[in-house]
């Protein structure tokens, strides 16, 4: 009796290092395959960067030369998708949660949504090119490809922003409304800035997404190759991700641009993070006063 | 209708969704007194409370029947804007539910978005926080956040910000439930004080406070109103059973 007890406990002492030694690998593989791409991506992409390859545009057919263009590119495109995306976003939330009676419509709306999360990313380009592009006349530019990763990162958007406007405890809202402020008032000046530093956690994810994107702009917005800055938001823009795409299939030495390639990887990375720094640090500036 | 009655329940019936929470409530309430909800719970005073300044409409498949009468105008009415009701009903909640704030800026936040009192704001956060005694423990630190006040000074803060918007009613949902005993005799001395002033309908569970701070006592039961009477009337000589078996403590 004594023994079998013994070895259960035994058995069970093992079934739990088992378990967590694989849940402990399962960390360690995640960590090692971040780690080793980031590796990876500086090891060979470090020589490339110097003051004149993130200043100047390319020369001697994209063989040699700096990716100003692209990063600038890259840049206006992301910012443009986050001035479409997140106004739409939000407003979009703020009518599922705050407004919207609770039934069958938004239930139907909801899986809409999510199923948008869902669609490859080259369809948005194709709608892109078939609505901003050739139906709105719009060309392929600056709007045309904001406009399409605005929409791509929309549904990552609607899904953050609803969560933290429904982290918002209900005791403000009752709180304002007991006061005889209106609902709109109360949504706009109470729960939405309680949600702002969640409704932009959860946007950093798009925006990145928006950043690395190529399918979606390579119709709509992204040119081969341009020696002159955009004028406006009509024109076409070099982005990194297509230019990393340009350089390593249909580049004209495309062994020699190695370095490039890699380089361009390098300050694509640099530029994502750069940009989620800035969320960042309008989300902790947002931030100091809340706690709950 | 008596001069000396602010709100009348005619026969009112309260939904949610298909239960009923209140049968057949008929009563008044008289201007500048303290009247105590009392009852078990889920007797339906809380859902009653928030009958009164229409705070159960946020609350989806809700269904109101009867009538209540707000200075002789039922706030039901098709006409009526629950927005406008809330400004002249104010209401504090269990719970002390400071805005994520500045001290001052919870105040001044209804006045300045409804336009009350538009003039001088400063004089408002003053009086306000004098009215509800917080005024020497903050007068200093206007401008830190008012999550940094004690449970009992939040919830003085929250009555302050309820009385900044001048309402003619305050209706207090168990606003010491969560304090502390110093913190609930100091809020129980305001009442004291406030009923000069302002109409004031409390729900509370406990049986001394309501004893002790309210004019008349309403006591329910399963959404029904057993008895109301004079307070003093009806913890020494309740009329029914069910009221007697209650403060007694024989149930609830």
Redesign the interface.
């Given at each position: 009796m004594q023994s079998s007890k013994n070895n259960s406990m035994k058995w069970r002492y093992l079934k739990q290092h088992v378990f967590f030694g694989m849940v402990r690998a399962s960390a360690l593989i995640i960590t090692l395959a971040l780690g080793g791409i980031i590796f990876y991506i500086v090891y060979n992409g470090i020589g490339a960067i110097s003051w004149e390859f993130i200043t100047k545009p390319p020369t001697h057919s994209m063989t040699q030369g700096g990716i100003m263009p692209a990063i600038l590119g890259t840049i206006y495109l992301t910012v443009g998708a986050i001035a479409i995306g997140l106004p739409l976003g939000i407003a979009s939330a703020i009518y599922l949660t705050e407004y919207a009676?609770?039934g069958r419509v938004i239930r139907f709306l909801k899986v809409g949504i999510n199923c948008l999360a869902g669609v490859p990313s080259v369809v948005f380009g194709l709608f892109g090119l078939g609505f901003f592009v050739i139906f709105l006349k719009f060309g392929s530019s600056i709007l045309s490809g904001s406009l399409t990763l605005g929409f791509l990162i929309l549904p990552t958007i609607i899904g953050a922003s609803e969560e933290a406007l429904k982290a918002v405890?209900q005791?403000?809202?009752?709180?304002?409304?007991?006061?005889?402020?209106?609902?709109w008032?109360t949504t706009y000046?109470?729960v939405l800035p309680?949600a702002m530093p969640g409704i932009l956690t959860g946007s950093i994810l798009g925006i990145g997404r928006a950043a690395g994107e190529t399918a979606p702009i390579m119709f709509t917005a992204a040119a081969y190759f341009t020696a002159k800055l955009p004028g406006s938001i009509f024109d076409e823009v070099m982005a990194l991700p297509y230019h990393i795409y340009v350089l390593a299939t249909a580049g004209t030495n495309i062994e020699a641009t190695r370095p490039i390639q890699f380089g361009t990887v390098l300050v694509l990375v640099a530029v994502v993070l750069g940009i989620d720094l800035i969320a960042i640090i309008i989300r902790s500036y947002m931030r100091r006063?809340?706690?709950? | 209708m008596e001069s000396n009655t602010i709100i009348k329940l005619k026969d009112v019936n309260f939904y949610y969704g298909p239960s009923q929470a209140l049968t057949d409530i008929s009563m008044t309430f008289g201007k500048n007194k303290v009247t105590a909800l009392i009852g078990p719970s889920g007797c339906g005073k809380s859902t009653l409370l928030r009958l009164l300044n229409r705070m159960n409409d946020l609350i989806d498949g809700t269904r109101v029947e009867g009538e209540i009468l707000f200075e002789e105008k039922n706030i039901y009415a098709p006409d009526v804007d629950p927005v406008e009701i809330r400004r002249k009903i104010g209401m504090v909640f269990q719970k002390p539910n400071p805005f994520p704030k500045t001290i001052y800026n919870n105040i001044a936040y209804g006045p300045k978005l409804t336009g009350v009192n538009g003039g001088d704001l400063d004089t408002l956060v003053e009086l306000s926080l004098k009215q509800s005694v917080l005024w020497d423990e903050v007068k200093d630190v206007l401008n830190k956040s008012a999550m940094n006040l004690s449970g009992g000074q939040q919830q003085r803060l929250c009555i302050a910000r309820a009385l900044a918007m001048k309402p003619d009613i305050l209706l207090m949902d168990e606003p010491t439930s969560a304090l502390d005993p110093i913190s609930t005799a100091k809020i129980e001395e305001l009442i004291e004080e406030l009923k000069k002033d302002y109409t004031i309908i409390i729900v509370t569970h406990n049986m001394q406070q309501a004893a002790r701070i309210s004019d008349e006592t309403a006591f329910f039961y399963i959404g029904s109103l057993i008895e109301y009477n004079k307070t003093e009337k009806i913890f020494t000589k309740p009329e029914v059973k069910q009221t007697e078996d209650y403060i007694t403590g024989r149930f609830g």
């Open positions: 009676k609770q405890p005791t403000f809202r009752e709180a304002s409304l007991s006061l005889g402020v209106s609902k008032q000046r109470i309680n006063n809340k706690r709950w | -």
